[in-house]
């Protein structure tokens, strides 16, 4: 799987949109971008994926370059909930149990 | 929205000790998943399952290390021996299909002593 390059740590004031960065520039065709969320030490939440186009759900949206080489996760009014850890992984989807491969994530922290 | 169910929350154990950490994917859930993640680490795959047998296993997951799906609902991860390094936070996962989202459980925090 493609390795994904974040920055440690971003903040963000309540209310207003926290987009968070991606690097993904060695990505393959074949493989999707994913987008999950942990809140303290809970278990990583589901947020957002998508292979070319740009994706938008009930969460955030997910901004995807022509190049596919980065993307970027929006959440567009950003919460105190949001405070979480942010992981941006790239995933090939073949026939098989394909697995989730963690980085280091993004530390969100929302501010009030 | 559907639950990935994992007993106990808790487990205090002594060192040696055989732990068995239980988890009940969603109901119509084909790949199942287990990772650990040590207290300040990042999430680590162990081992991913389907139609009944081990697909991938991670360094990791050694002969102390096993899983089953015993009855087509619970899918257990067991630990012969424990170590005090096996403690952590452990979490199933299950998705329908490959290119699905994975649902985790909240996870089983394994204490060794």
């Known amino acids: 799987d493609a390795k994904t390059t974040q920055p440690t740590s971003m903040d963000c004031a309540e209310g207003r949109a926290a987009n968070l960065p991606c690097n993904h520039s060695t990505i393959s065709g074949n493989e999707y971008v994913y987008w999950y969320r942990q809140i303290h030490s809970q278990g990583p939440q589901y947020i957002i994926h998508?292979?070319?186009n740009n994706e938008t759900n009930e969460m955030a949206s997910l901004i995807i370059t022509e190049d596919r080489k980065s993307s970027t996760l929006i959440l567009p009014h950003a919460t105190l909930r949001d405070t979480a850890v942010y992981y941006c992984i790239v995933r090939v989807a073949l026939h098989g149990a394909q697995k989730l491969v963690f980085g280091q994530g993004t530390r969100l922290t929302i501010n009030p | 929205e559907p639950e990935v169910t994992q007993t106990p929350s808790h487990q205090v154990t002594q060192m040696g000790q055989e732990v068995i950490l239980r988890c009940v994917p969603i109901s119509n859930h084909l790949y199942f998943y287990w990772y650990r993640q040590i207290l300040g680490q990042k999430v680590e795959f162990l081992v991913s399952f389907y139609n009944n047998e081990i697909s991938e296993k991670s360094e990791i997951f050694d002969d102390q290390f096993s899983v089953e799906r015993p009855d087509g609902s619970n899918f257990t991860l067991k630990i012969r021996s424990t170590k005090l390094e096996d403690s952590a936070m452990y979490f199933c996962?299950?998705?329908?299909?490959?290119?699905?989202?994975?649902?985790f459980g909240s996870g089983t925090q394994l204490s060794v002593l």
């Open positions: 998508g292979l070319k």
């Open positions: 996962a299950s998705t329908r299909a490959t290119n699905e989202k994975l649902f």
